[in-house]
C-alpha cells in the first residue's frame, strides 16, 4: 500500500458553503471520505489534511518526504502566489498531481497561472470533486 498525501489549502475547509455554484455542494469531509474509500480500492493510503496557512502547507510538504510516496494537492488561491509550496514540492521526491475543482483558465485572469503546475506530474482543473478521484487514479498509475 502506497502512503498518499491528501492536501487542501485555503479556504476549502468552507467546501459546500462557500459558492456553491463554482465549488459544488460537496464537503471536505465528503471529499476525504470518497477519496479514502477509492484509495482503499487502489491501494493507496490516503491521508488527508487542509490548512488555510502557507507555512503549514510548507511545512506537512516537507514531512511528505520519506514518508508519502506522492502527494494530491488543491493549494487554492496559493496556487497563484506561492513560491514556498512550490520550492517544497521541489524538494519532494514522488509524484505530486495538482487539482483545481473549478476551471481556473476559465475565471479571473489572475488565476491563469500556477506555480504548483510547473512541479506537478499531472494537473485537473474544472472536473468538479471527482478530479480529486481522477487524481487518486493517475496516481496509482504513476506510482504502479
Known sequence: MHDILLLNGPNLNLLG???PEIYGAETLADVERACTELGRELGLAVHPEQSNHEGALVDRIQQ?????AGIVL???AYSHTSLAIL?????FEGPVIEVHISNI???EAFRHHSY???R???????????GYLLALRRM?????
Open 64 to 68: 511528505a518526504r520519506g514518508a508519502e
Open 116 to 118: 504548483v503546475s510547473s
Open 105 to 107: 483558465h476559465r475565471r
Open 140 to 144: 496509482a498509475t504513476l506510482l504502479g
Open 87 to 91: 520550492d517544497a514540492l521541489n524538494a
Open 120 to 130: 506537478a506530474d499531472a494537473v485537473i482543473a474544472g472536473a468538479g470533486t471527482e
Open 74 to 76: 488543491n493549494p487554492g
Open 17 to 19: 458553503q462557500r459558492q
